[in-house]
């Protein structure tokens, strides 16, 4: 099982974490992110801007069983209009991945999007390659919506690659 | 006349319509054509001339000496008269997409709306391809199908049907994502 933490509370051992992350190739194309090098200042500066962006839920990932925090966890641009917002996660290290945890995580911002913000739908971009996440979210009963045609391009196979929007609503 | 620095053509033309760096002397045109149909633009609340003057000084005019800018403006003229306005936004610099963005004087009619839509999806690919982006695309309510025929003519593909995703008039509308893949 898992929980979710606000980052401003992170431990330092935790921030490196973070770093380690956020450098990470192989993470960073699964998550359609561009690697940065940051140091603790960096991660303060990440951690404080995200943390206060209204329009986003923004949340480390702590296992219940050690304590451990082995993830992130976001809805970004909530639309509170429109009622609806992106989610995005991702487990950092592969040792972490198949244990159920991205179920997990998933189920739990299900919750938060529908009891905190009463959202309408969730919808989630992935590349064509991330094949867990694909899987994951097609599990969850998300529907594919549309392929953003060669939209992202991946420094590790060193093409574009299609992005897929799938959503699902929560009424 | 401004110039973007990230461009080395500044102006791109087609018979009596162009588009040029945008212009500060059209920027209470745009805003009252921005008021007039926020309906179907990302924007809840009518802009004032502060708002407009605070957007022009503080956002606008800092785009033309960036390398590297978020986007990239124009005034869409015929001949002189600026007849709408648009450009390139949120750039992605590094995945080479960028949203095209566009708006006309509401004066048009239909037929005028669609061919000079085409014009200007034309010139802005040019915009697009200087810029070496490997792909265009742009967003669009789903409630006024004679306004996707532009795209359709320049060689936009259909990407997404997201459904009930936009908030009009109460009710929820899907919204379509467009994509062009430009020419190396």
């Known amino acids: 099982m898992i929980y979710f933490e606000n980052l401003t509370s992170l431990s330092t051992q935790d921030k490196y974490k973070f770093i380690k992350w956020k450098k990470d190739l192989q993470l960073c194309d699964l998550i359609m992110s561009s690697p940065v090098e940051l140091t603790i200042d960096g991660v303060n500066e990440w951690i404080y801007k995200n943390s206060n962006d209204a329009n986003q839920f923004f949340k480390s990932v702590v296992r219940v069983e050690d304590k451990q925090v082995i993830g992130l966890a976001r809805l970004m641009f909530i639309d509170n209009v429109a009622k609806h917002a992106e989610i995005g996660l991702y487990i950092g290290d592969s040792i972490d991945r198949s244990k159920n945890a991205g179920v997990n995580i998933l189920n739990l911002l299900l919750q938060v999007a529908e009891s905190k913000y009463r959202l309408n739908k969730v919808y989630a971009k992935i590349h064509e390659g991330n094949m867990g996440s694909i899987r994951l979210f097609c599990n969850a009963g998300f529907i594919k919506e549309g392929t953003l045609r060669q939209h992202y391009y991946s420094r590790i196979s060193n093409c574009f690659k299609d992005v897929y929007i799938y959503s699902t609503f929560l009424k | 006349m401004n110039s973007y620095k990230t461009l080395n053509k500044q102006v791109y033309s087609s018979g009596q319509y162009s588009i040029v760096p945008i212009r500060m002397e059209d920027r209470y045109d745009i805003m009252r054509w921005r008021n007039e149909q ?123 049907f997201l459904h009930e995703h936009a908030l009009i008039d109460s009710n929820l509308v899907p919204v379509r994502i467009y994509s062009k893949l430009l020419v190396k």
């Open chain 2, 38 to 160: 926020m309906y179907h633009l990302r924007q809840n609340k009518p802009l004032t001339k502060d708002d407009q003057d605070r957007y022009f000084e503080e956002v606008v005019s800092k785009l033309f000496d960036q390398d590297k800018p978020d986007q990239i403006l124009f005034s869409y003229l015929e001949g002189e008269k600026c007849i709408g306005y648009g450009g390139l936004v949120h750039i992605n610099w590094i995945d080479r997409n960028a949203e095209v963005s566009f708006i006309l004087d509401k004066l048009n009619n239909e037929y005028n709306y669609i061919e000079l839509s085409v014009i200007y999806l034309q010139l802005i690919t040019n915009v697009g391809n200087e810029l070496m982006m490997h792909k265009i695309y742009t967003y669009g309510y789903d409630f006024a199908d004679y306004r996707f025929e532009p795209l359709y003519k320049n060689g936009f593909q259909l990407d997404a």
